[in-house]
């Protein structure tokens, strides 16, 4: 019984360090690349890149368009290039996240591939209702930014309690699903946003 308990022990503690590693801000690519999880980020990365590119234009408008509902860092901005996605909203819980998500967009795209990819970082909490008012918002910048994309695209209330957006045509959530439906209710809002936000026709990924 001590034995079993003392490897499961181990092997709980093995589990809690490799999360740790996987899951560190690492900052210098060189550390990144010697990291002993490298196989599985590549293989993480193959299989997002894959996803996002089945995105297509569902409306036929000639823009594909993408929330990202735990958006991070952006750290897929070159895959949404690759697949052609032209609209980007992304929503992240973390603050200083999104600060470098909005850094990484300015300085390491080209301003050629800021054209041909607009972007909207968010600060906010995809367990909120997303709504024309921002109220996943958690600053007055982001509700700012969030206006400001939906005046560069036509986006306006309908005057009722039941506005919806439906005009992304892929919604993904990669590697956070377990932290936005951790309750019964938030698997209700989740289901909500993805019916209020996906164009008929649209993909979810996550």
């Given at each position: 019984g001590d034995?079993?308990?003392a490897s499961?022990?181990?092997?709980l503690e093995a589990?809690?360090?490799f999360g740790k590693l996987y899951y560190q801000e690492v900052e210098q690519l060189s550390t990144r690349r010697r990291a002993v999880?490298?196989?599985m980020r590549n293989f993480h990365n193959w299989v997002k890149a894959s996803l996002i590119g089945r995105i297509t234009d569902v409306n036929d408008n000639g823009r594909r368009m993408l929330l990202d509902l735990?958006?991070?860092k952006g750290g897929d901005m070159r895959k949404w290039l690759k697949a052609g996605v032209s609209v980007v909203v992304g929503i992240d819980i973390s603050g200083t996240a999104i600060e470098e998500a909005r850094r990484r967009y300015k300085e390491q795209l080209t301003a050629a591939?800021?054209?041909q990819m607009d972007a909207y970082f968010i600060h906010g909490d995809s367990t909120?209702?997303?709504?024309?008012d921002g109220g996943m918002c958690l600053d007055t910048f982001s509700r700012q930014e969030w206006k400001r994309f939906q005046a560069r695209y036509g986006i306006q209330s309908?005057?009722?309690d039941t506005d919806v957006l439906q005009i992304f045509d892929m919604v993904v959530s990669n590697f956070a699903i377990h932290y936005i439906i951790e309750t019964k209710q938030q698997r209700n809002i989740l289901c909500q946003n993805l019916s209020r936000c996906l164009l008929p026709g649209g993909l979810f990924v996550g």
């Open positions: 034995r079993n308990n499961n022990n181990a092997k589990a809690k360090q999880d490298i196989n735990s958006v991070g591939e800021r054209r909120r209702l997303i709504d024309l309908n005057g009722s």
